[in-house]
């Protein structure tokens, strides 16, 4: 029963987030496994099964632009977190339908709720690595019969190869590159990738970020204590497959170790902290966006529903808040003077596309704006609520 009991709580208890597309089975999205990455160069999944993508093909205007969102699903920070992933979706390609519908949002194609890419290329990238994209660990582990992997570096660049040789990406003349969640985090750990990438195929190209939800601050409560494995010891059994209120530090610290991470996070950060030897806090959201080239806009709740659970601990919600709006001005839009963000105060993760109105304008239209006037001196850049804690009238439009 306690094992029953701890697989449940991984399923309802973990991931309990929504993003604002329904992932369904079904629909116009074509599957592509990355079979060859995976011979070639092991892009597995944490059970060892293909990386896998989902695209629907651009028309019109949009024939050459392209969004490509990476799949949230919070991250695997033991190895009992990582087992347990290893036979869902989140952690096995073996599952996935052939086709798929990717829902609204981002994914939208009526104009009216997405004029900026209602009719660009999409690609959904399937979030199988437990790690953000990020793993590099060139080593297997066996653990309770079972072989894990932490290859999510080679999963993005094998999709990244099949998107420029195979599906049009090399001839973009834009690119937005996002997620939510997690997928939050990979878009500030990887949008510079994404961006060089394509730049070395079409210079001119406008690439930029576009995190959902994805600015996890570093933060470790004081009454939480850091062990070397502190989400495996003995008294945290119970909530196995859910980050420990306060220790979000800790588990991404694990994260970021276990994968090997340091390969395939952003580059400029790793320089910037090799010589102190705290690598790992390029790993976290609010360290990495101080090193980001590309411009970035994030979509973010001050009082993000997700940290309020999970990473505020002794805190109080408006000092987590207060932080998390002081940090998106001063880490990431202070040395990045084409970023921006959409800060809302309602107390939300993910999910609240077009449902929350700052400054006459909803999400999708403060992006446009945002997008359009890029590189123009006196352009609006910061949509920010500033609603004290807790607000109900800042959640609707």
């Given at each position: 029963m306690k094992t029953l009991s701890l697989l449940v709580c991984f399923f309802a208890c973990s991931y309990a987030w929504t993003e604002p597309y329904k992932f369904t089975a079904g629909g116009s999205a074509k599957k592509y496994l990355m079979?060859?990455?995976?011979?070639?160069?092991?892009?597995?999944?944490?059970?060892?099964?293909?990386?896998?993508?989902?695209?629907?093909?651009?028309?019109?205007?949009?024939?050459?632009?392209?969004?490509?969102?990476?799949?949230?699903?919070?991250?695997?920070?033991?190895?009992?977190?990582?087992?347990?992933?290893?036979?869902?979706?989140?952690?096995?390609?073996?599952?996935?339908?052939?086709?798929a519908g990717l829902g609204g949002g981002y994914f939208d194609t009526d104009q009216t709720q997405n004029p900026l890419m209602y009719n660009w290329n999409k690609v959904f990238m399937r979030y199988c690595d437990g790690g953000s994209f990020s793993g590099n660990n060139a080593s297997a582990q066996e653990y309770k019969g079972t072989t894990l992997h932490w290859r999510g570096m080679h999963i993005r660049e094998g999709i990244a190869e099949d998107l420029f040789s195979n599906r049009g990406l090399d001839k973009a003349t834009d690119l937005v590159v996002s997620g939510c969640s997690a997928g939050g985090l990979a878009t500030f750990l990887h949008t510079d990738q994404w961006c060089d990438a394509l730049h070395t195929k079409n210079p001119e190209a406008k690439c930029v970020g576009l995190p959902d939800s994805g600015f996890f601050l570093d933060f470790q409560s004081p009454g939480v204590k850091c062990t070397p494995d502190s989400a495996q010891s003995s008294e945290v059994q119970p909530l196995l497959g859910n980050t420990i209120n306060g220790d979000y530090h800790c588990g991404l610290k694990w994260t970021y170790s276990i994968q090997n991470a340091t390969a395939g996070i952003n580059k400029d950060c790793v320089a910037a902290h090799g010589a102190t030897g705290d690598v790992w806090k390029c790993m976290f959201a609010e360290h990495s966006s101080e090193h980001i080239r590309s411009p970035v806009f994030a979509m973010q709740s001050q009082y993000d529903a997700w940290q309020t659970g999970h990473v505020q601990g002794e805190a109080s919600t408006q000092a987590l808040g207060n932080n998390i709006t002081s940090r998106i001005q001063s880490m990431l839009m202070k040395n990045n003077k084409e970023s921006g963000a959409f800060l809302d105060s309602c107390h939300h993760h993910c999910g609240a596309w077009n449902s929350i109105r700052i400054d006459g304008d909803l999400v999708s239209g403060a992006i446009q704006k945002w997008y359009d006037t890029i590189g123009q001196a006196g352009a609006k850049k910061l949509w920010n609520q500033n609603k004290p804690y807790p607000c109900n009238a800042c959640c609707k439009p």
């Open positions: 079979t060859d990455a995976a011979k070639e160069n092991n892009a597995v999944c944490l059970d060892g099964s293909p990386g896998a993508y989902y695209f629907l093909p651009g028309s019109g205007s949009g024939a050459n632009k392209w969004y490509v969102h990476h799949q949230g699903g919070g991250w695997c920070e033991s190895l009992d977190d990582c087992l347990g992933r290893s036979k869902t979706g989140l952690g096995s390609s073996n599952g996935y339908p052939d086709t």
